[in-house]
């Protein structure tokens, strides 16, 4: 059977701006060779619901739940740091975990807690710290670095931030050889009187989004290393709100302990109809 069990009940859930479709998906209703197909129709934004990407919630052998992450594009992807806020107060008002939690993503067990309308993950480990090496892209030098935070990020500090061409330069550095064959998240980050701001262009999305969690803390840990920052660190995303990054340690694979927090919020719920697929 590949059918698609219809109608499906979903949440739309925010975080920071970054916004997701979410689906208790413990009993199944979307086959597995059709999820990505699902997640790219039902991710169109005016034709469909919208979204920056699509969760289905799933048992576990292993945590409280573990989760099937859908970029917009039907990529799957190992971790989303605003998402796995967002799910996880979706996973305590639904009593599938309680306030503290443990659920299974690809990049490994994210511990969280939810307060009120505040969640705080416990990130997996960082790695593959690069620093300081200079790229050029349309005709222009960038001193970029670069580590995974549960997906791979490059992360360049600029002194205008308003003035950078996120698209045109996100793409071109997200497809660029020295990331290739698999791509990367791609962060300006400008540092301002009292912190940072940061704008992100998300691989598998394909555009600027107003928000992402392990964009966020990949600039922070950046500029940690680079003597710009202690923790915690609090970064403006293109939305205008602030996410925290607490960290221990700041040398490169030294970073241990790194928590992300901020506000996850239900838009709304409802359920999606065989029109929300319609090509």
């Given at each position: 059977m590949n059918s698609i069990t219809l109608p499906i009940p979903f949440w739309k859930m925010s975080g920071a701006g970054n916004d997701f479709i979410i689906i208790d998906h413990r009993k199944p209703l979307i086959p597995q060779e059709r999820m990505a197909e699902f997640a790219r129709l039902v991710c169109r934004r005016k034709f469909s619901v919208g979204a920056d990407g699509l969760f289905l919630i799933e048992p576990s052998t292993r945590a409280d739940f573990k989760w099937r992450f859908f970029n917009a594009d039907g990529s799957e992807a190992e971790m989303c740091g605003n998402g796995a806020r967002c799910v996880a107060r979706f996973a305590y008002m639904h009593g599938i975990a309680a306030a503290r939690m443990r659920f299974e993503t690809l990049a490994g067990i994210v511990e969280a807690t939810v307060a009120d309308t505040t969640?705080?993950?416990?990130?997996?480990s960082p790695h593959s710290f690069r620093?300081?090496?200079?790229?050029?892209?349309?005709?222009?030098?960038?001193?970029?670095?670069?580590?995974?935070?549960g997906v791979p990020h490059a992360v360049i500090f600029v002194d205008d931030i308003d003035e950078v061409d996120m698209v045109g330069l996100g793409r071109q550095l997200r497809h660029h050889p020295v990331f290739a064959p698999?791509?990367?998240n791609v962060n300006f980050v400008g540092r301002t009187g009292d912190g940072f701001r940061i704008r992100t262009y998300e691989r598998g999305v394909e555009d600027e989004t107003m928000a992402c969690g392990t964009g966020?803390?990949?600039g922070a840990l950046i500029a940690a290393v680079k003597g710009y920052a202690d923790s915690p660190v609090a970064m403006v995303t293109s939305g205008g709100i602030a996410l925290t990054v607490q960290f221990s340690g700041k040398k490169g694979t030294d970073v241990d302990q790194v928590l992300l927090k901020g506000p996850a919020h239900l838009i709304y719920r409802g359920e999606l109809t065989s029109e929300s697929l319609i090509a």
């Amino acid at each position: 059977m590949n059918s698609i069990t219809l109608p499906i009940p979903f949440w739309k859930m925010s975080g920071a701006g970054n916004d997701f479709i979410i689906i208790d998906h413990r009993k199944p209703l979307i086959p597995q060779e059709r999820m990505a197909e699902f997640a790219r129709l039902v991710c169109r934004r005016k034709f469909s619901v919208g979204a920056d990407g699509l969760f289905l919630i799933e048992p576990s052998t292993r945590a409280d739940f573990k989760w099937r992450f859908f970029n917009a594009d039907g990529s799957e992807a190992e971790m989303c740091g605003n998402g796995a806020r967002c799910v996880a107060r979706f996973a305590y008002m639904h009593g599938i975990a309680a306030a503290r939690m443990r659920f299974e993503t690809l990049a490994g067990i994210v511990e969280a807690t939810v307060a009120d309308t505040t969640a705080t993950i416990k990130m997996t480990s960082p790695h593959s710290f690069r620093f300081d090496r200079q790229i050029e892209v349309g005709g222009q030098l960038f001193m970029v670095h670069s580590v995974d935070t549960g997906v791979p990020h490059a992360v360049i500090f600029v002194d205008d931030i308003d003035e950078v061409d996120m698209v045109g330069l996100g793409r071109q550095l997200r497809h660029h050889p020295v990331f290739a064959p698999m791509g990367t998240n791609v962060n300006f980050v400008g540092r301002t009187g009292d912190g940072f701001r940061i704008r992100t262009y998300e691989r598998g999305v394909e555009d600027e989004t107003m928000a992402c969690g392990t964009g966020v803390v990949a600039g922070a840990l950046i500029a940690a290393v680079k003597g710009y920052a202690d923790s915690p660190v609090a970064m403006v995303t293109s939305g205008g709100i602030a996410l925290t990054v607490q960290f221990s340690g700041k040398k490169g694979t030294d970073v241990d302990q790194v928590l992300l927090k901020g506000p996850a919020h239900l838009i709304y719920r409802g359920e999606l109809t065989s029109e929300s697929l319609i090509a």
